[in-house]
Nanobody, 127 residues
């Protein structure tokens, strides 16, 4: 499995937008359930969003619902997280995750649901 590589993080102001990307060159990308997690300073890593293999089913944490959108482009082996109306509480290191375990479509919001992780990208939202 080739590594997952996130990009797109940065320093923005409250209300701004960012789009995170996570790409890999290994594996059969279309077989992966994909997700984004984040970890704020001093806090545990938390689920942000996940997307099914087909891209047709998406889940979001309540804290980002309506502001963030997950999508995937299997032709580019890339998963995205469009983040709008960013708030200071969105400040965190954002990680993408992938897993190819078969099974029914479900939320998969636990870190243990994913075998592969990126190195993270920092998002900082100033007030």
């Amino acid at each position: 499995q080739a590594p997952l590589v996130e990009s797109g993080g940065g320093l923005v102001q409250t209300g701004d937008s960012l789009r995170l990307s996570c790409a890999t060159s290994g594996g059969t990308f279309s077989l992966y359930t994909l997700a984004w997690f984040r970890q704020a300073p001093g806090k545990e890593r938390e689920f942000v969003s996940s997307i099914s293999r087909s891209g047709g089913v998406k889940y979001y944490a309540d804290s980002v619902k309506g502001r963030f959108t997950i999508s995937r482009d299997d032709a580019k082996n890339t998963v995205y997280l469009q983040m709008n109306s960013l708030q200071p509480e969105d400040t965190a290191v954002y990680y993408c995750a992938a897993d190819a375990k078969p099974g029914p479509i479900r939320r998969r919001s636990s870190q243990s649901d994913y075998a592969y992780w990126g190195q993270g990208t920092q998002v900082t939202v100033s007030s």
